[in-house]
């Protein structure tokens, strides 16, 4: 589950707002199928509608289950947000922080994401935390500032050991969904820029452990070529992991 580096490589599908609960099982149990054996650590985030059912079809399998958002906060007066603790209870291992959608269309910015990767360490959780930037500010020259700003926006008050436990997704904005993919030049370029941030505020060690993922319009036919760089580690996959043939593709890449 881990590449020469001693990095995790994680190939995690983001189902955004697919499938009901009955859909969601019947892909969970595919992936299941076609998954098992992996040499990566294969994640899938369903709605929060269908993480018990998926659960339940995940049971037993190396196949971990993330969500796709948590609250900031403990049980509460909180209507319609969700707490860390009652993902955990779900069997939730892992939780999507800061996408892009999230902060795009529902306006989070770094300041309400930051507490949330906090909620979800303290209940146990690993946060796959999201950065990227907007075809603008990569016109701009500005890439690798926006990133790196919000990684500190994020993750500034991590101690080193919860530094440990986090995983990182780059997702350049103009990348998601449109079918262009950075190429891996400039994704590795990133992601190096990312770990020697990381390792700038938490040590080589830290650093040389992270998960960086590369997110946006990953698919079968691009996976090898960015998996290939040494920084990538990973990949954060939407509309192609709604796809049991093309997801279970990427995560053969990983070997
Ligand atoms: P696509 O793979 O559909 O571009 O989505 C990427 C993404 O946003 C994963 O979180």
Same mark, same amino acid.
């Given at each position: 589950?881990?590449?020469?580096?001693?990095?995790?490589?994680?190939?995690?599908g983001?189902?955004?707002?697919?499938?009901?609960?009955?859909?969601?099982?019947?892909?969970?149990?595919?992936?299941?199928? %076609?998954?098992?054996?992996?040499?990566?650590?294969? +994640?899938?985030a369903?709605?929060?509608?269908?993480?018990?059912?998926? %659960?339940?079809?995940?049971?037993?399998?190396?196949?971990a289950?993330?969500a796709?958002?948590?609250?900031?906060?403990?049980?509460?007066?909180?209507?319609?947000?969700?707490?860390?603790?009652?993902?955990?209870?779900?069997?939730?291992?892992? +939780?999507?922080?800061?996408?892009?959608?999230?902060?795009?269309?529902?306006?989070?910015?770094?300041?309400?994401?930051?507490?949330?990767?906090?909620?979800?360490?303290?209940?146990?959780?690993?946060?796959?935390?999201?950065?990227?930037?907007?075809?603008?500010?990569?016109?701009?020259g500005?890439?690798?500032?926006?990133?790196?700003?919000?990684?500190?926006?994020?993750?500034?008050?991590?101690?080193?050991?919860?530094?440990?436990?986090?995983?990182? %997704?780059y997702?350049?904005?103009?990348?998601?969904?449109?079918?262009r993919?950075?190429?891996?030049?400039?994704?590795?370029?990133?992601?190096?820029?990312?770990?020697?941030?990381w390792?700038?505020?938490?040590?080589?060690?830290?650093?040389?452990?992270?998960?960086?993922?590369?997110?946006?319009? +990953?698919?079968?036919?691009?996976?090898?070529?960015?998996?290939?760089?040494?920084d990538? !580690?990973?990949?954060?996959?939407?509309?192609?992991?709604? !796809?049991?043939q093309?997801?279970?593709?990427? +995560?053969?890449?990983?070997?």
């Amino acid at each position: 589950m881990s590449d020469r580096s001693g990095r995790q490589n994680v190939i995690a599908g983001n189902w955004k707002m697919h499938k009901d609960h009955l859909a969601a099982a019947r892909l969970a149990s595919e992936v299941r199928a %076609a998954c098992a054996g992996s040499a990566a650590t294969v +994640v899938v985030a369903p709605p929060f509608t269908a993480l018990a059912a998926v %659960a339940a079809e995940l049971q037993g399998s190396e196949v971990a289950l993330a969500a796709q958002n948590v609250s900031a906060h403990g049980e509460g007066a909180h209507t319609g947000e969700v707490a860390a603790s009652m993902l955990l209870a779900h069997g939730v291992r892992w +939780v999507i922080v800061g996408h892009s959608e999230r902060r795009q269309l529902y306006g989070e910015t770094d300041a309400d994401v930051a507490p949330k990767v906090q909620a979800a360490l303290a209940a146990g959780l690993l946060p796959i935390l999201c950065v990227g930037e907007t075809l603008a500010e990569r016109d701009a020259g500005r890439a690798e500032q926006v990133v790196a700003d919000q990684l500190r926006g994020c993750c500034s008050e991590l101690t080193a050991r919860q530094s440990a436990t986090m995983c990182v %997704a780059y997702e350049p904005v103009w990348a998601i969904g449109t079918g262009r993919t950075a190429t891996p030049d400039d994704a590795g370029a990133m992601h190096r820029s990312i770990r020697a941030w990381w390792s700038e505020q938490y040590g080589p060690e830290s650093a040389e452990g992270v998960p960086l993922l590369y997110g946006g319009s +990953v698919k079968p036919e691009n996976a090898a070529a960015l998996l290939s760089d040494a920084d990538i !580690d990973g990949a954060l996959v939407g509309g192609a992991s709604l !796809d049991v043939q093309d997801f279970a593709a990427i +995560v053969s890449t990983v070997g």
